[in-house]
């Protein structure tokens, strides 16, 4: 593993916490959306991360509510004309490229991403040039940019397989962005990984001496973690996987406790399919240290019911997804290389 540019030393501005609806504007916005949706041939997608309402309302109208993978595979495949990606802005780009006849609204597009951030188009470009004889995959956590130079997209529930066949066809990797996730894969596979430093300003923040403490007093509690956690986390946890493979993980586990270590939001799924169990979210701050997120993404916090309401009624330039055709293309490729692979496994990248 290399250590080329430290990006988690960067900091990043949050944007500003939004103001909670009312109840009653929380019924005036869902009404107004449904009208807005029908009339526009709409439908939402929305990651994980979202926030309870906005997941709601998602399944409520006949969207989906799933990982960055599934919303691709979802936007692709639904009739609908216009697709509303309720996430952040790298997710809107991703089904701009995967479906550019259709329109791709957001709640914002100044929702970002730490490791979209961490990792810009051209110092990767260079880098890549640097290595010229590695192949390149990327996280799907990455601008149109990044893509187009890669050889492969990948998400968290593939990274495993993918890196594994590469290694087996004796390919050597750049991994970028996400440090903690290539380390895990590399670790996972044994290949030969470059890693780019880039970290989830959520995930990094998970503390393993506290969340030792924590299964201290929850000692017949399982824990689930995303592998963007570190090492010492991850290592620790009793199931390791994307969001997908963690709430199917909930499931699918005997214990009636659970402690996660990944964004919050991912609860709203996790209780609706184990309504029984009780979920605690892992420590973000151990002593002397206190989070700057608190597992709380503070660009997945953007998309709310107003800014969808927002999106769907304003459309333009503050709202649609708008990619060139070159770039576009070239994006497309590593993309349709990582759908084409994923369709090809079964995979439930279950440590325990
Ligand atoms: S939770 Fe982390 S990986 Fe996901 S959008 Fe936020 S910063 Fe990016």
């Not at 430290?6 to 939004?18: I, M, Q, R, V």
């Not at 810009?120 to 590695?134: G, L, T, Y």
């Not at 290539?182 to 890693?195: E, F, S």
Request: charged share 20%; aromatic share 8%; glycine share 4%.
């Amino acid at each position: 593993m290399s250590n080329f540019i430290d990006f988690n030393l960067a900091s990043y501005p949050f944007p500003t916490k939004l103001t909670p609806l009312t109840a009653s504007e929380k019924k005036h916005c869902k009404q107004s959306i449904k009208l807005l949706l029908e009339k526009r041939n709409a439908v939402i997608v929305a990651h994980y991360y979202t926030d309870p309402d906005v997941q709601a309302l998602a399944e409520e109208t006949g969207g989906c509510v799933a990982d960055s993978l599934e919303m691709a595979r979802f936007g692709s495949l639904h009739p609908a004309s216009t697709l509303v990606v309720a996430g952040v802005r790298f997710m809107g780009e991703t089904a701009k490229i995967l479906n550019p006849e259709k329109k791709i609204l957001m709640p914002t597009l100044k929702a970002e991403c730490s490791l979209d951030l961490g990792c810009p188009a051209k110092p990767f470009a260079e880098f890549c040039d640097q290595h010229s004889e590695r192949t390149v995959v990327v996280y799907a956590n990455t601008s149109a940019a990044v893509k187009a130079r890669a050889d492969w997209v990948v998400t968290s529930s593939i990274a495993v397989e993918l890196i594994d066949y590469l290694d087996s066809q004796g390919q050597k990797i750049i991994w970028a962005p996400d440090r903690h996730l290539g380390n895990y894969v590399q670790r996972k596979t044994g290949a030969d990984i470059l890693c780019w430093q880039a970290t989830c300003i959520v995930h990094d923040e998970f503390k393993i001496q506290a969340l030792k403490k924590m299964k201290m007093l929850y000692p017949d509690a399982a824990i689930l973690a995303h592998p963007e956690s570190p090492a010492a986390v991850v290592d620790f946890a009793d199931v390791v996987g994307s969001t997908g493979q963690l709430i199917q993980a909930a499931q699918n586990l005997s214990n009636q406790q659970i402690i996660v270590a990944t964004e919050k939001g991912i609860f709203y799924k996790m209780q609706q399919a184990c309504p029984d169990k009780s979920f605690y979210i892992a420590p973000t701050a151990g002593e002397s240290a206190f989070c700057r997120t608190c597992a709380h993404c503070p660009w997945m916090a953007m998309n709310s019911l107003k800014t969808i309401e927002q999106g769907l009624k304003k459309e333009g330039e503050l709202h649609e997804i708008f990619i060139n055709d070159e770039l576009r293309e070239r994006a497309f490729k590593p993309l349709e290389r990582m759908l084409s692979f994923a369709a090809n496994i079964k995979s439930l990248n279950y440590k325990c």
